[in-house]
């Protein structure tokens, strides 16, 4: 490591003809650097991402505009001579290599048109880092349009048809029932006799897009309730206070778990009037829910030989503040074989973020619903991320971002 740093020192002569963007603590804002990146790849440069090397920097060359760029967005940069720095952070003796990025991913999220009275976390990023995204719908998801993007996120979504599982508390309310009038309009319009059939399709139709290369990312309850509604196919499993007609007699028995991507032996939670889709969720104990002393840790990966998990977990700290939501944390024993776990809490074991193949693509799941909000409310403002240009929490979800954009290797051995 020692030889790595001297390199780097090196590298910063005064005829570099390239620059690097840190992103350790020397960084003034570690999520517009994430925009600055994409700005660069959709402008034809090609980036280094440097693995492991002062919190996963980027080297970027010199010229076409990116000097001015990074200056207008307050990202801090550094004059190098790319070649050295590349050089050494692929040195053997240390567990860093680099992955070069080659294009800007095509960026869709799963949202509706309405308002709705809480925020998304990952639209939130998006928009403070100024990477362009297309929302798209159930419409589009039927119509094929998924091919168009290499990643897709799913907004906080309830992929069962239960309305967010809200009914015990805000039915009464003009925004939960207007919700619901939406939803069932669009489910006969677009054919489907109730909004679980509907949601069941448009699951099994984001699943194909992953098994045949797209890369999916959810928070929350975006992600259980996806493997959940897969899981249940055809099964009724919607209680009647939410659509009318009975559910399927043993249901929780029935649950095929050959349809899932992330989890298996769960159960549904079929009371309407409890905020739980499944026991694949588990909040951290009354005495840990404190941001004070609600945390988890994330993975150390080999940047050599597991790229793919070193990107997704790369950060200038290795602890990270937990946060809740519908969804907080999954499960560790539900967790399919397979699936790898990036971040965990080191008291409770339960796992707050992970990712795995399913077919030619990747799903990375991450429970919580706002990195900097600790127990984020209906109603509720969103989060001013100019007050947090340096979350760990936010950076996790912008290491997805950029994933799409490394260049297809061979396992290196």
Known sequence: MRALFLALAVACAPAAQDILIPMDDEQSDHLRAYGAVYWALDN?????WLLNVRGGSFVIP???GIQTELRGRGVRFEDVDGALATAAAESPAANTSVVRLEKAPRIAVYAPDQTLPWDDAVLLALTYAEVPYEQIYDGDVLEGRLGEFDWVHLHHEDFTGQYGKFYSVYNGHAWY???QLEAEASAQALGFSKVSELKLAVARTIRSYVSEGGF?????????TFDLALAAGGLDIVPPQMDGDGTTPG???LLDFSQTIAFQDFRPVMNALEYEHADIDVAPPPSLRSPLTDYFTLFDFSARYDPVPTMLTQNHVSTVAGFMGQTSAFRADALKPGVVVLGESPTTGAVRYLYGPAGQGFFA??????PEDYQHFVGDPPTDLALHRTSPGYRLILNNVLFPAAKKQPQKT
């Open 44 to 48: 034809g440069l090609d980036v280094d």
């Open 62 to 64: 010199a010229g076409g």
């Open 177 to 179: 029932q207007q919700q």
């Open 216 to 224: 999916l990312f959810a928070m929350c309850s975006g992600a259980d």
């Open 251 to 253: 249901a929780p028995d």
């Open 365 to 370: 799941f991450y429970g919580g619903h706002d």
